[in-house]
C-alpha cells in the first residue's frame, strides 16, 4: 500500500522525505517519528542518550518528559537509602536537568552530611569527613546543657554561631550500606587524630535498626562502637538513658594516631565490632552480640557514623575504608566462639 503524497508517518526513521529539498539554513525539520514512538525509544536512553538526541532536535515535549522521568527514577534510588534522617537536605532544582546532577553525586557519596553542619562535621570527599570541636559559645539543638552562655560568644560571627548551633550533641551521619533480615553486612572507617585522648568517646560507629511500626522508616534501636575507649552503647531515640558495656580496654594513653573500626553484621543478625590501630594487620574483635539486641520490629539496619560534638577537643579526620557484604581478605574475621563478654550498666547519653 502507497502512502498519500506528502504523507511521511510510513517511512521508516531516518528516511529523508519524499519532497525534500536540499537542505538550508530556512528549510524546516523533517518528523518521521511520532511523539508516542519517540517517547518510547527514549525511555531506553540513559543521561549521554537523551541528551544527544535532545541535540539532534528530538520533539521537546517528548526530552523534558524523559528528564523528569529520569530524574524521578534518581529520586526514587535516594529514597532507598538511610539519607531521610538527616533533616537539612537540600532543595533540589526545579529544573529536571540541574536536579538530576545533585541526585547523581548523591547516589555517588557513600555519605552525606548536612552542609548546615559544615563548621564542625564536613563533607572533604564521597568517602571523607573531618570533624572539628564546636566554638565556644555555640549551643546545642537537642537535650543537653547549653555550652555557654550568650554573654560569653562575643568573639563569634552571627553566621558562624547559627551553623555551629545547627549540629546536634549527636550528630549522626548514615552510611549506604543497609542490611535487611537474613542479609549480611560489612563496613569500616578509620579515624585520624593527633592525640588520641582528645578524641575519647566523640566517634561512634555502629548500625540503626529501623522500624517497621509507628513511623516507619524510624531508627527503633542504636547500637554503637568506640573503637577508642572500646566500649559498647545501646539506645533507642528520644530515650535520655541507654546500656553501656567495655568488652575492649581503651586505647588510653597510648602513642596511636590512627584506629580503624569493623563492623560485621552477618546472616542470623549478631553483631560484631572489632578495631586495629596504627596500620596493624589483625583486627581486635569484641565478641558476637547475641540476637537480644535487635528489635522483633525490625526491618533491616544500616551502618552510621555519631559524633558526640561535645566531647571533641580538637579536629579528627573520618575516613570510610569499605562497605560491602563481606569483609575484606585482608580482614581476618572473627572466631563462630567469641562470644560477647562484659557486664552491662545504664548509661545516661
Not at 108 to 119: D, I
Not at 135 to 144: E, F, H, L, N, V
Request: aromatic share 6%.
Amino acid at each position: 500500500e502507497t502512502a498519500p503524497p506528502g504523507d511521511t508517518s510510513a517511512l521508516p526513521t531516518g528516511h529523508r522525505c519524499p519532497d525534500a529539498v536540499a537542505p538550508s539554513s530556512m528549510a524546516e525539520p523533517c518528523h518521521v517519528v511520532k511523539s508516542s514512538l519517540a517517547l518510547q525509544v527514549c525511555g531506553y536512553l540513559d543521561v549521554c542518550g537523551l541528551s544527544a538526541a535532545e541535540a539532534a532536535g528530538l520533539d521537546r515535549l517528548c526530552t523534558a518528559a524523559c528528564w523528569l522521568a529520569l530524574r524521578a527514577e534518581a529520586e526514587r534510588k535516594l529514597s532507598s537509602r538511610p539519607w531521610w534522617q538527616l533533616q537539612s537536605r537540600p532543595r533540589l532544582p526545579d529544573d529536571p536537568k540541574e536536579a538530576l546532577c545533585q541526585l547523581t553525586l548523591q547516589l555517588k557519596s557513600v555519605v552525606a552530611v548536612p552542609p548546615s553542619w559544615a563548621e564542625c562535621v564536613r563533607q572533604l570527599s564521597d568517602t571523607d569527613i573531618e570533624i572539628r570541636p564546636r566554638p565556644a559559645g555555640s549551643g546545642t539543638t537537642d537535650r543537653g546543657p547549653q555550652q555557654g552562655a550568650a554573654e560569653e560568644s562575643t568573639g563569634l560571627g552571627e553566621d558562624e554561631r547559627k551553623h555551629a548551633d545547627a549540629v546536634p550533641r549527636m550528630a549522626g551521619v548514615p552510611l549506604v550500606c543497609v542490611s535487611r533480615p537474613r542479609e549480611s553486612m560489612s563496613a569500616a572507617v578509620r579515624i585520624r587524630f593527633e592525640r588520641v585522648s582528645h578524641v575519647g568517646e566523640a566517634v561512634l560507629f555502629g548500625v540503626e535498626f529501623i522500624s517497621t511500626e509507628g513511623k516507619q522508616g524510624t531508627a527503633a534501636r542504636m547500637v554503637y562502637f568506640c573503637p577508642i575507649s572500646g566500649r559498647v552503647f545501646v539506645g533507642i531515640p528520644a530515650d535520655p538513658h541507654g546500656l553501656v558495656a567495655g568488652p575492649m580496654p581503651a586505647l588510653g594513653a597510648s602513642s596511636a594516631t590512627e584506629v580503624e573500626v569493623v563492623l560485621l553484621v552477618n546472616t542470623s543478625g549478631c553483631i560484631s565490632f572489632g578495631r586495629r590501630s596504627n596500620g596493624q594487620r589483625r583486627v581486635e574483635w569484641c565478641g558476637e552480640l547475641p540476637l537480644d539486641f535487635v528489635p522483633a520490629s525490625s526491618a533491616g539496619c544500616y551502618a552510621s557514623l555519631t559524633f558526640q560534638m561535645d566531647k571533641l577537643e580538637e579536629p579528627a579526620k573520618v575516613s570510610i575504608t569499605w562497605t560491602g557484604t563481606q569483609l575484606p581478605d585482608s580482614v581476618e574475621p572473627p572466631t563462630s566462639q567469641g562470644r560477647f563478654d562484659a557486664v552491662w550498666s545504664v548509661h545516661e547519653w
